[in-house]
Nanobody
Framework: QVHVVESGGGLVQPGGSLTLSCVAS????????MKWYRQAPGKEREFVAG????????YYADSVKGRSTISRDDARNSVHLQMNSLKPEDTAVYYC???????????WGQGTQVTVSS
């Protein structure tokens, strides 16, 4: 059974930092590209950051580039998103996504709320 569970969300002041974590089970984590998406109220879900297998390549949305770092730990089946200099517009539910090119299998977590407010 596949499980994808995010954690680390919460309330943070503008300019603050937060690290989101995602732990997965039930599939071969190391063969999956891992991504973070977010969805703000009234808006469509959007891509935030991604990391390739083995972590050789990372990529970011322009909105978070330079402020965020994605990393993965295949030994712990986990992926993390460190976000700095948070802005109110970063407020959203953040989702972890796993995708495998060979099978087109895709899994989503339930999301974790991030609220940036003073």
């Amino acid at each position: 059974q596949v499980h994808v569970v995010e954690s680390g969300g919460g309330l943070v002041q503008p300019g603050g930092s937060l690290t989101l974590s995602c732990v997965a089970s039930g599939f071969t984590f190391s063969t999956y590209v891992m991504k973070w998406y977010r969805q703000a109220p009234g808006k469509e879900r959007e891509f935030v950051a991604g990391i390739s297998r083995i972590g050789r390549t990372t990529y970011y949305a322009d909105s978070v580039k330079g402020r965020s770092t994605i990393s993965r730990d295949d030994a712990r089946n986990s992926v993390h998103l460190q976000m700095n200099s948070l802005k109110p517009e970063d407020t959203a539910v953040y989702y972890c996504n796993a995708w495998e090119a060979a099978t087109r299998n895709e899994y989503w977590g339930q999301g974790t709320q991030v609220t940036v407010s003073s």
